[in-house]
């Protein structure tokens, strides 16, 4: 079936730094999603991405959907400690509006 | 307006015994969905509705019955429960079916199968 791959599992970074998550489809998206999740929280939607290349930006936040629509990526500048969490991809399968999760990948963020 | 809203937080089970999760939307969505979520395994798609009366499997639905008799609500029963099933459910709702559109999640019941 359908797999949505995102790395890395965890990041470890220092205030300030640049944090990057990437995500891969075995198929290609009809759309792509990034939601949040704060720890103890609910997963928090962000952004979502429709065609092939485009990018999106949110404040220090940065979206990219691939070429191929099977890949993504979201890119936080100067990460602050408010940035705590698990970023999740989510992409669109194509049928009844589900959606295939990443893993996620849990950013924690050292002052 | 208060979203997705799902009763309880927190409940403890033991093996065998059943119990209903509870979500209720007042968006009007016609999406609803339940997920589950493990450490390290992400968000993993139980069932999923796309209309009252229309009800679908998704990627782990065995041990799980749902129904969707309203617009509102989207009940997920455990039928036996097992120590596998012990989880973080969350139910997400969204205005259209069969279209991309961002899911609402409801905070989420913690359960603990012992």
């Known amino acids: 079936g359908q797999q949505v791959m995102q790395i890395p599992q965890y990041q470890h970074v220092q205030e300030g730094e640049d944090f990057t998550t990437y995500c891969n489809s075995s198929t290609t998206l009809s759309n792509i999603q990034w939601y949040k999740q704060r720890p103890g929280g609910h997963p928090v939607f962000l952004i979502q991405?429709?065609?092939?290349?485009e990018v999106k930006k949110q404040k220090r936040l940065t979206f990219q959907f691939g070429e191929a629509k099977k890949n993504s990526s979201l890119h936080i500048t100067a990460t602050q400690t408010t940035d705590v969490g698990t970023y999740f991809c989510?992409?669109?399968?194509?049928?009844?509006?589900?959606?295939?999760f990443g893993k996620g990948t849990k950013l924690s963020v050292k002052p | 307006n208060a979203g997705v809203t799902q009763t309880p937080k927190f409940q403890v089970l033991k093996t065998g015994q059943s119990m209903t999760l509870q979500c209720a939307q007042d968006?009007?969505?016609?999406?609803m969905s339940w997920y589950r979520q493990d450490p390290g395994m992400g968000l993993r798609l139980i069932h999923y509705s796309v209309g009252a009366g229309i009800t679908d499997q998704g990627e782990v639905p065995n041990g799980y019955n749902v129904s969707r008799s309203t617009t509102e609500d989207f009940p997920l029963r455990l039928l036996s429960a097992a120590p596998s099933q012990t989880s973080v459910y969350f139910c997400?709702?969204?205005?259209?079916?069969?279209?991309?559109?961002?899911?609402?999640f409801g905070n989420g019941t913690r359960l603990t199968v012992t």
């Open positions: 997400a709702s969204s205005f259209q079916a069969g279209a991309p559109a961002p899911l609402h």
């Open positions: 968006m009007n969505h016609e999406y």
């Open positions: 991405l429709v065609k092939s290349g």
């Open positions: 989510a992409g669109g399968d194509g049928s009844q509006g589900n959606l295939i």
